[in-house]
């Protein structure tokens, strides 16, 4: 029995045709016949019905049925010589409205798939029994001449009634946008957009002649680059993995805390200028985070690059349908590759679809941003400098985690464990792993950076330094808004126990000391951190505890805490998230004691320079000027007169401080380095890295049950990875015999130097 589906019946919203004073051509956006008979309805019910002289179909935006095409006749009508005025419209089939949001839920897959595409069925039972559910939408007009004039403008190789078409579409997606959300905002025909432009087929016809290739081999190969590469994103996907992301991290964690109101601030400069977001990478949850968020707050999804290896079943499919394209990990020698790449980033950057990329490459296994790869960069920057756009704004972000599910499996990489290869099961497997209690998930934004400001007129220069100085920049920003967690100031005072293991009352007075710190240099936090009594480090002691990251001992009166090991490289973990905050007090530290006493405040800074240049692998520094304001204020918070006591006793002034730090801070990493400095002094490094740093692990090891290393997180890959890097800068591994020793013997003193704050402070009981 047919249902009665009326398509005469007025629908809610209706918009009004506007009388133009000349005939109106209305393009039908439908895929069913039942579309067609509510967009010829309305026509009817018009109050200048009798303007409209065609309604003539399109190829349908929905891409359920392939085999229609725009009617043939569009060229002619508009060729007639009355230069009407052309109204695209369509139908809008909308969700049920839950919560104030108009969005899929898990239950829709129940339900015969996405409300928003029906099949010709399920059109008439909504237009039925939820006529409130439908809407006819209408795009903003042109007249004939104008679509003339601006097809024979365009820079697309494609007919008349192609260009038409398209342009219809587009302007129907921003009008259905006003009902369905920004978070919608999406490209429909991005694939036809790209490849009928002649700008980029004289390119692939070019590269065939270069690379001698014939022109259509050169086509089709880019054509199949381009769907290799770029996002496809689907509503509906978009919808329910929203849905299943609030699902998944619900499992571990509280909720997402953010400010709505920067985040108001980003929407409003990414409807000025396309926008970048580069967040942090701790978690495989950073992305579907980041991505929640847009969603919730109907933000346009990013396009997230995503590297070649998590295109598997069945993640692949689902994260390119929400907006992850897909980069090849080398094609240095595919220039057509490379072009077509170049292609598809100049066209999300044009239409200002926001972008999304992890500059650190991959997850920290240190805790610590990682040194910015410059390639996504390189390629954006280019297309602001080709004029692409008149600039694009970069969103330094920030995930922090109160705690962090991965945290033991990058314990395992550091001390020399295999990292887990990505497929469904690891997937299952993380998802699984989700039904502990790890805390909230915290997102910061810094203040956006303009690529054309800090890039100047002159564009990238031969050598990218401009480029490495602006993802430089980038990654500071990055770092000065990281919140400081109660977990990250508890691993704080356990590890300045350097191993000895210690009862709830001493890490709560540790803890209380560098609480102290914060407060005063007004530190970004994750909530108001105090540490008023032991009760609430006891708890983050025994969250440590539950996930393994920590050891109790309750045989005595008193339960004590230490760490194993690998226990110290997950505490020290995070306390590398934000031990940047305290590095420029601890090379403060170091160099009161390292430098020359006779040399004076000259001898002193001379020493700054040289430790903030050592850890310059380590840590994203300000510049020299504000990294001098920066030293200043923490020798101020020691002793305002600081500069006439040099010349005294050193260790005195040490023991005015409230919170002494180069052992906690520091110390592991010099550690490393000294380790990195004897191996390659006594065995040289022949350019095997992943030997050498192996290599570099049995030795530490050694060191550390000889007790030649103070601490168990100073024997880690990551450390002994960066240390190389530096090495290899400095030019020490080619370098003869006495220069090896001489910087193993500079970094042995500096190392004593560091060990000697964590006696002092040992003996005072100062964050001991």
């Known amino acids: 029995m047919r249902l009665p589906a009326d398509p005469a019946t007025p629908l809610e919203d209706e918009p009004t045709l506007s009388d133009v004073g000349r005939p109106v051509v209305v393009l039908a956006d439908a895929t069913t016949k039942l579309e067609r008979r509510i967009i010829e309805a309305w026509v009817q019910r018009q109050p200048n019905a009798d303007q409209v002289t065609d309604v003539i179909s399109i190829r349908p935006s929905r891409r359920r049925n392939l085999g229609q095409r725009t009617d043939p006749r569009l060229h002619a009508r508009l060729d007639r010589g009355d230069d009407p005025w052309v109204v695209p419209v369509r139908v809008a089939w909308l969700p049920n409205e839950r919560n104030g949001r108009r969005s899929v839920s898990l239950t829709d897959i129940l339900k015969l798939g996405d409300p928003r595409d029906p099949d010709p069925v399920r059109e008439h039972v909504i237009l039925a029994k939820f006529p409130h559910r439908v809407r006819v939408v209408t795009g903003v007009g042109a007249s004939a001449a104008e679509l003339h004039a601006a097809h024979d403008a365009s820079v697309e190789a494609s007919t008349f009634n192609d260009f038409v078409t398209r342009r219809a579409h587009r302007a129907l997606e921003r009008a259905e946008r006003q009902l369905r959300g920004n978070r919608y905002k999406v490209p429909k025909f991005l694939h036809e957009e790209i490849l009928n432009r002649s700008e980029f087929r004289d390119g692939v016809m070019r590269l065939a002649t ?133 292609a598809y980033l100049d066209y999300l950057v044009e239409n200002r679809f926001p972008l999304e990329w992890y500059t650190e490459g991959g997850r920290s296994r240190s805790g610590k941003l990682l040194p910015p790869k410059l390639g996504m960069l390189s390629w954006v920057s280019d297309s602001i400098m080709r004029n692409k756009a008149e600039d694009m704004y970069l969103i330094p972000t920030s995930i922090a985690y109160d705690q962090i599910m991965d945290v033991s499996d990058y314990a395992t990489e550091a001390t020399g464990g295999a990292k887990d290869k990505e497929t469904a099961s690891w997937a299952v497997s993380k998802i699984m792993s989700l039904r502990a209690r790890y805390g909230n998930i915290h997102v910061r934004f810094a203040e956006p950076v303009s690529i054309r400001k800090e890039l100047g007129a002159d564009g990238i220069d031969e050598d990218h330094l401009d480029l490495q100085k602006l993802a430089f920049e980038v990654m500071y920003r990055i770092s000065q808004v990281t919140p400081i967690t109660p977990t990250a100031v508890v691993s704080i005072a356990i590890l300045a126990a350097r191993g000895r293991p210690v009862d709830a009352t001493h890490v709560t007075d540790a803890a209380r000391r560098v609480t102290g710190a914060i407060i005063r240099s007004d530190l970004p936090t994750t909530e108001a951190i105090r540490f008023d009594g032991e009760s609430a480090t006891a708890d983050i002691l025994q969250q440590l505890a539950d996930h393994g990251s920590l050891t109790i001992d309750a045989a005595g009166p008193v339960s004590r805490y230490h760490l194993t090991p690998k226990q110290a490289i997950e505490a020290a973990y995070y306390r590398n998230t934000v031990v940047h905050f305290f590095v420029p007090g601890a090379i403060a530290e170091i160099a009161l004691l390292h430098s020359d006493s006779d040399a004076g405040v000259e001898g002193f800074w001379q020493e700054v320079d040289q430790l903030r240049d050592l850890l310059k692998f380590e840590f994203f520094f300000a510049d020299k000027t504000r990294f001098r304001h920066d030293i200043i204020d923490e020798m101020d918070a020691i002793d305002r007169n600081w500069r006439t006591h040099l010349a005294g006793d050193r260790s005195a002034l040490l023991l005015s401080s409230d919170l002494l730090r180069a052992h906690w801070a520091l110390l592991p990493f010099l550690e490393a380095y000294l380790i990195v400095a004897s191996q390659i002094a006594t065995h040289g490094f022949d350019g095997d890295r992943k030997q050498f740093i192996t290599d570099c692990l049995e030795t530490g090891n050694a060191w550390l049950a000889a007790g030649r290393v103070s601490a168990g997180e100073s024997v880690a890959k990551p450390l002994f990875g960066s240390a190389l890097d530096l090495a290899v800068n400095r030019g020490i591994p080619d370098g003869s015999a006495e220069e090896k020793q001489r910087f193993a013997d500079s970094l042995g003193d500096i190392v004593a130097a560091a060990r000697r704050i964590g006696e002092l402070a040992e003996g005072v009981d100062r964050l001991a």
């Open 210 to 342: 270069e690379i001698g290739l014939p022109p259509e081999l050169a086509l089709a190969r880019s054509r199949y680059y381009l769907r290799e590469i770029a996002a496809s994103h689907k509503p509906f996907v978009i919808d329910l993995l929203a849905n299943f992301i609030h699902w998944v991290y619900s499992q571990g964690y509280g909720e997402i805390r953010y400010d709505t109101d920067q985040l108001t601030q980003i929407a409003e400069l990414g409807q000025q200028y396309p926008i970048a977001f580069l967040p942090s990478h701790r978690s495989n949850l950073d992305r579907l985070t980041l991505q929640f968020l847009l969603w919730e707050n109907d933000m346009p999804p990013n396009h997230t690059a995503a590297g070649i290896n998590m295109n598997f079943f069945p993640v692949g499919p689902m994260i390119r349908n929400t907006g992850a394209f897909f980069i090849r990990r080398s094609f240095k020698d595919n220039e057509l590759y490379k072009y077509v790449l170049r």
